[in-house]
C-alpha cells in the first residue's frame, strides 16, 4: 500500500484528491490536495504534505509547534545536553554515555512494540525521526513508517537522516495529533513518545491513535512524568522544579474504552511513564 491510499482529510476522514501539483523524481514537491467530501484544501510544503487539522490550532499546540520550528536544527544536541545535566544523578558522565542513554530507552519502547517484518508502523509527533532507523530494522523494506509531526521544521531534520540512512519507505507528514489524517484500522503498531503532556487535546489524540490502529495491535505512549516513589525523594523535587513537565502523570483516565491488557510502567532511571496496551474492537 502507497501512503496515498491510508491518507485522508483529517476533518471528515474522506478521501483527498490532487489539485494540481509538481512532481520531481516521484515526489510531489508542491501542490494543493482537496477533500472530496468537505471540500477544505491542504498544501504540500517543502515536499511535505500539511495536514494541520483545525486551521485555528489549540493554543497550546500552536506554541509547541513554534517552539520546535524554532529548535529543530539544534533540537538533537540540546536532548543530550539535557540528559547530561540530568543524568549526572544517575550515572551519566558525559555525551558519549548520554546518547547511548537515550538509544537503550528508545529500544525498550521499540521492543515492546513487537514489531514484526511487513509492519506498518505510525509514530506521532516523530520529530526528528530518531524511532525510524530502529522500527525500520524490524520491520524491514517490505514494511512502512509514517511519521506526523506539527512542525515541519522538525520533519526536515528527520528526512534528511532518513534518506541518510537510505530507508525508503517511511512517509512523513505534517498534522496535528488530535485530528490523524489516516484511514481507520491502518497500522500494525502505534508509538507515541514525547509530546503528549503538552497535546492541546490529549483526550482526543488518544482516541486517535487507537482508530488508526489494526484490532490487536499494540500502541505505546510515553513521556516525561515521574513514577510514584521518584516524586516523593528530593531527587524528584528538584527534578520538578528544574522542568515541570517531570510533574506530568500518566493520562490513564483519557484511554477510551476500547482498549485491553493495559500496562503502565517507568523507564529512563523512572524519569518517563509508558502506557501500553492494545487495541481490542
Ligand atoms: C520532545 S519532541 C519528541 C520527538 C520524538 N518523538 C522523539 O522521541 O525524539 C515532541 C514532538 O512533538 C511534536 N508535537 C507537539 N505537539 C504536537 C501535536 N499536537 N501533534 C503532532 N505533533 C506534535 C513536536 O513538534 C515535537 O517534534
Redesign the pocket.
Known sequence: MDALEYIVCPSCLSELEIIDCRVEDNEILEGTFQCVNCKLSFNVKEGFLDLTFPPQLHKR?EE??NF?DEHAVSYDEELIDAVVNFGKLFGVKDREEARSYIIQGRETLVESLNLEKGFYVL??????G??IPLIYKRIGEDGLIEG????MK?LQVARRKASDYRIKRVNLTI????FLPYKSETFDAVLH???IN???DIKR?LKEMVRVAKVGSKIIICDEGLSPDLRETPTGKMLISLNRLFESTPPVEYLPSNVRDIKLYWIWSDLFYVIEFVKSS
Not at 175 to 178: I, K, M
Open positions: 499546540d509547541w509547534r520546535y509514530d506521532v509527533a516523530t520529530g526528528t530518531d524511532f506526523l509531526d506539527i512542525s522538525m498534522g496535528n495529533a488530535a513518545m514525547g509530546g503538552t497535546f492541546g489524540a
